[in-house]
């Protein structure tokens, strides 16, 4: 069982990606486990996120581009995803960030490791060492923290 549960706040889209189960993977090898929201839950779905998302001890964020404004210049998360950018910040959960290159988030949003699909195996290594500050930031403040969590 692990240590820690993290609710993994992503594009429904993300789930089919080659790199999202990988991701899942190096998170759970720190003894956190990922819990990605299936929408088909009977809960109604701001309140079966909140739910999940409170009950969680960190929120990992996975912002992809989804949306292309300024004629391809801007590439920005789904308005889900802020979503739960905005709640994660308004439980207080330890939230940190993998941003696919090129997208623009929250800019209170400050801890986060960029992420380029194209070259993800490449990145595992600096992906394991950024997991690790979560987990150690976990351990730190005994799975609880109060504010949104600053790199």
Sequence with gaps: MADFTA??????????????QRLLDLIRAMDIEPFVYKYQEIDPLVEGVRGHMQSA??????????????GGKVHVPSAWVTS??????????????LIEKGVIVDPLLERHHALDPEAFNDAIPDIIRYLRSLRALLVESGGISLQYVRR
């Excluded at 609710?7 to 999202?20: C, D, L």
């Excluded at 001890?57 to 300024?70: G, M, N, W």
């Design 7 to 20: 609710f993994i706040a992503h594009s429904h889209g993300e789930v089919s990606r080659p790199y999202f």
């Design 57 to 70: 001890d960190c929120v990992i964020v996975v912002a992809t581009k989804a949306r292309t404004l300024e």
């Design 84 to 97: 739960e950018i905005a709640l994660a910040r308004a439980l207080g959960k330890p939230t940190v960030a």
